[in-house]
């Protein structure tokens, strides 16, 4: 490790936070997000933190989607100047394709789809390192189910749950497991085309008694911020930190235990993104998330240690990140996020050079009312080593191997005409300062894009 990173990572840190604190005035109640569940602002249950809170001076009680009188004064329909995509659907309630199937199970999902314009106009369409829209084109990026029971207890008793995700969509490329949707090798097992192919990224059954659950199978992820499902993210595209620092989905077990203000996380899995590789070893995943009473900020760490593959086929070397978010709602219109990430795995490189990754990323999110919302995205990510950042897609030919810094500013919008519907147009400038040019088929160290993407939630 080296301490003169760490060091400035802390400096940055604070210098970020007390800039947020400064420039904002008032408190608000939370609605934060829950770690891989839906976006805070579309839930169909509150999260802890959207119960009724002490209500600041200056602020306003916070109104979630499905207040009928909150935008515009006269219902839903208000909320797209008139529209209603589903006009028979009772006011602020989202329409469902399937009907609620036996033993408590429920099929429901989303389309996302999306295009990108790239100001530079690559000859290969590809907008170099980012993601999910990596591709200069329209791309249906989700066509996503879930077919899931869920392991209610209400803090009482025993119950079990299962759960079972499935993607098609250019998105399918980012989230592979290996040795289930690839060979331990790494080559493709039923995905033999590269724009379009079906993964199922979670899979696993579920009990829970009284306040602890168990879950056993392959699950996303509780590392970072931002994750896979379109319907759990503000933005169209992707940080650099959540794409190539941290891992997608585990295979094993995890052991929660959902308290008043503490929520704790325990489980052995095998790796980042694995379900059976050429050589499986366990690994240690731990986080711990606190919402105090009041629910204005959460704060959320956890820690991934163990053996990971320093290629495709190994070897296999130590690898540990860890992953600090807070999430803190200054008023009831603006939220503020920071996450920091630290990883390092060694000796991977010759002579025993280990290699090592790290960022800051900053969001701020402004709430005008229940279907329309803001944000700003602000990252800087350091791969030090050239040894996360890659093109994931066949055909990109931005092949990684660049150490250096990578920064992204990302403005948007969400559009919420119906609780059934998602507008994300964005616009992003990323550029790079290092060893090699990332951008625009390896000849530029910046990059514009702007791009816009519709959801649909079935």
Known sequence: MKHTTLWMLAAVACVSMSGAAIGQTLKQPASVRPVNTEYYYIEDEPSPSDV?????????????????????????SDCGAGFRLFPNAECCERWTL???????????????????ANAQNPA??????????????????????????????????WDW?????????????FNQMTGWETYQNGANR???????????????????????????????????????????NFFYSHAYTMMYGEPFMHT??????????????????????????????????????????HGQYTLRASI????????????????????????WHVTDRVEYVIQHDLGWQEDAFPQGRSAEWYGINQYLFYRLNDCWRFGARFEWFRDDDGFRVTGRRAGNP????????????????NWIPSLNVIVRPEIRWDWFDGNGLPFDDNTSDDQFTAALDFILRF
């Not at 749950?161 to 490329?173: E, H």
């Not at 056993?216 to 896979?228: A, D, P, V």
């Not at 931005?398 to 919008?413: E, H, K």
Request: proline share 4%; with cysteine.
């Open 52 to 76: 009724a809170q002490p209500t600041v001076e200056g602020s306003k009680d916070i109104v979630v989607i499905g207040d009928c009188d909150s935008c515009g004064g006269g219902g839903c």
């Open 98 to 116: 399937f009907p609620p199937l036996p033993r408590c199970f429920t099929l429901t999902g989303w389309v996302d789809v999306g295009a990108t």
């Open 124 to 157: 290969s369409n590809y907008n170099g390192p980012l993601a999910f829209n990596d591709r200069q084109e329209l791309q249906v990026n989700q066509i996503y189910a879930i077919l899931e029971r869920k392991a209610q207890t209400d803090g009482y008793g």
């Open 161 to 173: 749950g299962a759960r079972i995700d499935v993607l098609f969509g250019t998105d399918y490329v």
């Open 190 to 232: 039923w995905n033999n085309r590269s724009q379009y192919g079906l993964v199922t990224p979670q899979a696993y059954g579920e009990v829970s008694y009284n306040r602890l659950a168990m879950k056993l199978g392959r699950f996303y992820t509780i590392m970072g911020y931002e994750n896979t499902q379109a319907v759990n």
């Open 252 to 293: 094993g077990g995890l052991l929660s235990y959902n308290g008043d203000v503490w929520t704790l996380y325990g489980g052995l899995v095998n790796g980042w993104d694995q379900f059976d590789g050429i050589s499986d070893k366990l690994g240690v995943l731990l986080g711990a998330a606190y919402t105090p009473c």
């Open 304 to 327: 991934i240690s163990g053996e990971e593959a320093v290629d495709t086929g190994g070897p296999y070397t130590p690898r540990t990140l860890y992953s600090l978010v807070f999430d």
């Open 398 to 413: 931005f092949a990684g191997g660049l150490a250096g810094n990578y920064y992204n500013i990302t403005l948007g919008a």
